[in-house]
């Protein structure tokens, strides 16, 4: 169960959520300070320790990765690389069963952090610690951006998801005529009113002649106000004399009272929503309403997932050193849930010609390989993009967990690679480093904006690595918070291979080298699911 991740935990997750964001919470730049004042918190011991002073818990916050096949830190450098991970990788010579050798750019590309742009070694993960954290999301952002242009027109029936292309104009006045706000009656000039005999006005009428003064007539609300008329009288408000043949107001009644009229919400050729918003059913609404049948959007990213290891099952229980694999069922969702077009994952062992054949063979925007990014004997990621020619543009981040992730383009203006790490939590850090802020920039979308929240609890920190830790928000006012303030509760089960701590939460905090202390305010990563957007039809579908 959830409840014993925390010591806080017996309110439920799903209630923590606070409703909104505050307008002046201050925000937070990738990878800047967390706010610890230089605070040199202990360092994790090589143990499991758990987000809480007391008592043990599984979960090695901050232990490497290189236990892991596919989550490792080298024990060297390639041969040319240069101290501090500042210089580009050389390029080995392809492998000896490969009749293509590297491609090499003519055109240099954007200025990147140190680190980035290099070309794949083949024999080599990452040396040092890699990019900074907030360098990396940087980088993956601006590839993604680097790709986009294209426009496609999408049926309002298929929209909800998408991103716009276009800003979105009116193409009529709203309301396109003075319409009734009401069901009463449409009088012109004071009263009281002689009442007209006929069946009134009713919505999706043509217009009538000119109500003469002194008249009233029924309307329904959304009907066409008739020319001439100067008011309406809700029915509520209105005294009918039908002996007389007389209609009285029951309250004052002012020019224009209950007429929406002509153009009060838009003109025709009027911006209303700037590009890169994402399309929600009221922006379908609103576009109908403005006279839209198909809406100007970004193609939704096409992503391939494949997943590495010959260790893994698709069913049952573990057995034989065989375990079941926990990223092809979570990967897919994941993705779409950032908005993606996402293919079924594809399980191709270790077989480093299989997966250069479907790396070569692959018409997507986006690839997606769990594990085999470090340097184990069947870890062929790097040797495999060596081959292709691809360029790295992020080999290594000084991320915990997560550490040997990366990112390639395989070839000028083609696919872009994401390899996440084998172990489950470092894959779904992975996941928010840098496939999230690059099929941001590939959809079009606005990044979101970085917001803090205090930290109940001190937080352990990597003695140089930014950490990503599993968080469950506390709204402001619920039973258990500290001192009625909105704060996160890191959660257990935080290790590298764990995903119990990542299921129960719905964020995670970022939390700078060193750690921090209890009521420190930390940058926060809100999991796709955790909002409704982007807005995809129930996130996962």
Known sequence: MAGDQSSDLSGGLSSGRSAGRPADRPAAQPGASSGAGGVALPSEPAGNRPSEPSGARPGDPSAGESGSRDAGTPACSPAGSSAGWAGHRSVAAPAPHSNQRP?????????????????????????????????????????????????????????????????????????????????????????????????????????????????????????????????????EHAHADEAKGLLYAQRPVSQGQDIRPRGQECRSGEHLLPVATVVTPAVLGLAAAAGYDELPVRPRPRVDVLV???????????????????????????????????????????????????????????????????????????????????????????????????????????????????????????????????????????????????????????PHDTRLVPVVHRAAGEPGTAGGQEHVVPLHYNGPAMLRGIAAADALAVVEPGGVRSGTEVEILDLPWASAVPWTEGCFT
């Open 103 to 235: 491609e090499h750019h003519s055109a240099p590309r954007d200025p990147s952090p140190a680190g980035a742009g290099s070309r794949a070694g083949s024999q080599s993960a990452p040396s040092g610690r890699g990019l900074s954290w907030g360098e990396a999301r940087v980088v993956a952002g601006r590839e993604g951006r680097v790709g986009r242009g294209r426009t496609e027109w999408v049926g309002l029936d298929r929209a909800l998801g998408y991103v716009l292309a276009e800003p979105l104009v009116a193409l009529t006045d709203l309301p396109s005529f003075d319409t009734s706000a009401m069901d009463g009656w449409a009088v012109a000039g004071p009263g009281p009113w002689s009442i007209r005999a006929d069946d009134g006005i009713l919505a999706g009428h043509a217009a009538r002649d000119p109500l003469p003064d002194g008249d009233a007539v029924r309307i329904a609300t959304g009907a066409r106000i008739p020319a001439e008329a100067t008011a309406v009288v809700r029915s």
């Open 308 to 462: 590495l290891g010959d260790e893994l099952l698709t069913e049952g229980l573990p057995h034989d050193g065989l375990i079941r694999d926990a990223l092809g069922p979570m990967i897919g969702p994941w993705v779409r849930a950032l908005g993606a077009q996402v293919s079924a994952p594809r399980r191709l062992g270790d077989d480093a010609e299989a997966l250069w054949q479907a790396l070569t063979d692959s018409e997507a925007d986006l690839i997606i390989t769990t594990g085999g990014t470090a340097a184990g004997p069947v870890d062929h990621v790097h040797r495999v993009l060596a081959r292709i020619g691809a360029e790295l543009l992020v080999d290594g981040v000084a991320v915990r967990p997560g550490h040997p992730m990366l990112l390639a383009r395989l070839s000028p203006g083609g696919p872009c690679l994401v390899g996440l790490p084998g172990n489950p939590l470092a894959a779904v850090s992975g996941l928010l480093t840098l496939a999230g802020p690059l099929l941001a920039g590939l959809a079009g979308r606005t990044p979101d904006e970085h917001y803090r929240v205090a930290v109940r609890d001190d937080v352990h920190g990597h």
